[in-house]
């Protein structure tokens, strides 16, 4: 959860001025959380505390209204509306909010339903949905595997995408928001990485939905490498503290 976390708000910089920089400073004055982080915080505690997957995104979206980069404008319009439905959106969305679930049930085919149903709320398209599931089921093979191969990812991305996956990707600086043009490109992204930070390094100077992107592969690169505790530490810094609770009942859960 805390990879996407990081994914985000290093990315957060760059959403609509794109660095191709590798060396890019990876935290600075100029960064914040976004819709990504809150959207993640919003699924973690939806577990956690047994609420619907709905109310808890309303609910955390709603008291966040304006983070840096602001909502898309059809989520938006889900998160203040009294009578909310899924607007059929295969928009990368649900995939960069859906890390939580990985770490938080115990067999596939509960991670496979729970991602399912927490994108189904907005994002109840087919490639939705199916991005939801990919990056769920990618992060818990990798997750529970006794040798976190590189190749765990690249099998989900030919399971879910076809023997092409890895071979088809947005333009570098091309703003696709769409889970068929960002998953595959998230799941290569972290399948070449050498560490965290390299793999966030890598997903950033990308281009393009940078901050996304980012949280994609950053959720990923967490179950594959781990994260460096001074990177994680910096990263709460730009939390507030509701958040920072939300985090520290997920790890309690997941130790």
Not at 110 to 128: K, L, Y
Not at 185 to 192: M, P, R, S, V, Y
Request: some cysteine; hydrophobic content about 40%.
């Amino acid at each position: 959860m805390i990879g996407a976390i990081i994914g985000d708000i290093v990315g957060s910089a760059y959403e609509f001025d794109n660095t191709f920089d590798y060396n890019f400073p990876i935290f600075g004055p100029d960064r914040s959380f976004t819709d990504d982080t809150i959207c993640t915080v919003a699924v973690a505690d939806a577990i956690l505390s047994g609420k619907d997957y709905q109310d808890s995104m309303r609910e955390w979206c709603r008291r966040y209204p304006h983070p840096m980069g602001e909502y898309g404008g059809y989520f938006f319009n889900w998160v203040m509306r009294a009578d909310p439905h899924p607007y059929n959106s295969y928009g990368n969305g649900s995939a960069m909010r859906v890390s939580p679930v990985a770490w938080l049930f115990d067999n596939e085919a509960d991670v496979r339903a729970q991602a399912e149903a927490s994108a189904a709320i907005t994002h109840n398209h087919p490639e939705g949905i199916k991005g939801a599931v990919a990056i769920a089921i990618a992060i818990y093979r990798m997750r529970i595997a006794t040798e976190r191969d590189s190749d765990i990812f690249e099998r989900v991305a030919q399971c879910y995408y076809g023997d092409n996956a890895f071979m088809n990707f947005p333009a570098k600086g091309y703003f696709d928001v769409t889970c068929q043009g960002c998953v595959p490109l998230a799941l290569h992204i972290a399948t070449e990485a050498s560490n965290f930070e390299d793999a966030i390094r890598l997903a950033i100077t990308y281009g393009g939905d940078s901050d996304t992107l980012g949280a994609i592969v950053g959720s990923l690169a967490e179950a594959r490498f781990g994260i460096p505790e001074q990177i994680v530490d910096k990263a709460k810094e730009y939390l507030p503290d509701e958040m920072i609770k939300i985090l520290d009942n997920f790890n309690s859960c997941c130790k």
